[in-house]
């Protein structure tokens, strides 16, 4: 359902009694969803939008080019399509309206994604960071971290998103190889993102790099020669995904010739091996940090933290003392730029139904190594641990889940079978 009122009185008819006892509020995460990209990856099922080439009538600048190349017109024209003055003046009225939801909480990170963050100028990233901290109180030292595309890369960019307020930088990097470059549809090769990384790596302390596996033909040397190559840069954060074939990408409808799942799971081994060997401990599924450079924007994801998301399709959750809520803006970026510069943003928002509660916890919370406190539960839910057996006892029973009287974490088999374990506490 459209939220068409002000949000303050929405905020009051979340506040009324219900059936939920959330004795504190979880941490609150601040999302911001940018939804362009050059170009549509056949992969990806984000809520990300090729830009249309366009006349040059708000001149966003971005060289796709390979450094020291000028960009070509196809480029500069693409670039010039993101009308990105309006969209950070929709994203500040999103935020507007959405003060009285959360107001007084302080933030504990803000994470830019998209789409590609990176299509947007320092300046305009500046202009967005300097909205949040006027009107939401930013923890000393938060955390905050803005997607790069090695293809929106050009030389002192990096470190002017520094300038701007950006503490982390998460490169979308994929692959170092050029074949597979080519072949993920990408808009950058091998030359570009080894430049973009070196320069995340003079300009941050700290940063990420995202690169995906069992590629369309991939075999075990090149992941090991992807590898090697990521981790000689000594990244402090690797996110290392499986590619997986989104329905209504167009990989759906044109599938690519992908490795077995024998050789997949050779390529997780290799990955979780080496980058051991290296000195990042896998904390999540598909994370690796070095010690003290965990994300904190996705942990508090996982520990079923709260966050506000605002942006084209963003999505977010709001615990209040007697219910939890789930919002979406609007996912067309026209549309929302209309409806949040109207001050109605939301396009859909929903309680999250009592009994969806343990499955929703158990789905994020599992995906972390250490598993979690079992008085957070009770803390994040409102809801008593009984709501979690016998379906624990059953994790227990198949191998799945370790537990003492303090904690629970998924055990190493239950690591490998994650997707059964999380589905056994589904409604
Ligand atoms: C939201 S995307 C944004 C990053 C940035 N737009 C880019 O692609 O360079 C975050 C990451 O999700 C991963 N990803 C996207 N689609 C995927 C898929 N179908 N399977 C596995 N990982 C995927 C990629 O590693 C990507 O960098
Ligand atoms: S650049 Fe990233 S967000 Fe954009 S289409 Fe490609 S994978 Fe999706």
Redo the contacts with the bound molecule.
Sequence with gaps: MAVTEPLSDVAAHYLRPGTLQLREQPPLSLYVHLPW?????P??D?N?H?VRAAPLAEHTLVRAAPQGRLPSAPEVNAAAAVPEARYVEALVADLDASLPLVWGRPIVSVFIG???PSLFSPEAIERLLSAIRARLPLIPDCEVTL?A?P?TFERDRFAAYRAAGVTRLSI?V?SFNDAALQAL???HDRAQAIAAVEEAARAFDTFNLDLMYALPQQTLAALDEDLATALAFAPPHLSVYHLTIEPNTYFAKHPPALPEDDLAYAMLDRITERTAAAGLERYEVSAYARRGHRCVHNQNYWQFGDYLGIGAGAHGKLSFPHRIVRQVRWREPERYLERALAGAPIAQAEEVARADLPFEFMLNALRLREGFDLARYTARTGLPLSTLEPKLAEAERRGWIERDLQGLRPTERGFDFLSDLQALFLP
């Excluded at 990209?37 to 990856?41: A, M, P, V």
């Design positions: 990209c050059l170009k549509k990856c992969y990806c984000f990300s090729a998209g789409g590609t997607e595309n293809g979308g994929q549809g990408r808009v």
